[in-house]
């Protein structure tokens, strides 16, 4: 019996023209899928990403990036070695935004 491969689903994660150069990211924002899952293999769970990182984000958000880039591994690690940055750099880049943000 031939296998069959069912595509899954990121009900949070597209990728849209113009958007972060074409790269997935969390619907409604421009937060990459690589941003999120560089926290994660820095050893960050999805609630402290959520709490420390990204507070604007609920879990399953956070749950399907981390989705997303399991099954596609290859083209998120190229992506976080295109965009590597240190957590020091990566923290005052979001304390920067927070700033710009807050009303």
Sequence with gaps: MPSVV???KH?????????CG???VIAGTRIPVW????WSCKGYSAE??????YPSL???EIHDALSYYHGHKEEIDRQLAENSLSPREARRRQAQWRQSHSS
Excluded at 48 to 53: N, P, V
């Design 6 to 8: 069912a595509q899954v």
């Design 22 to 24: 074409g790269k997935p």
């Design 48 to 53: 402290r990403i959520q709490r420390e990182i």
């Design 35 to 38: 941003a999120i899952a560089g």
């Design 58 to 60: 609920g879990l399953a």
């Design 11 to 19: 009900p949070y994660v597209i990728k849209r023209r113009g958007v």
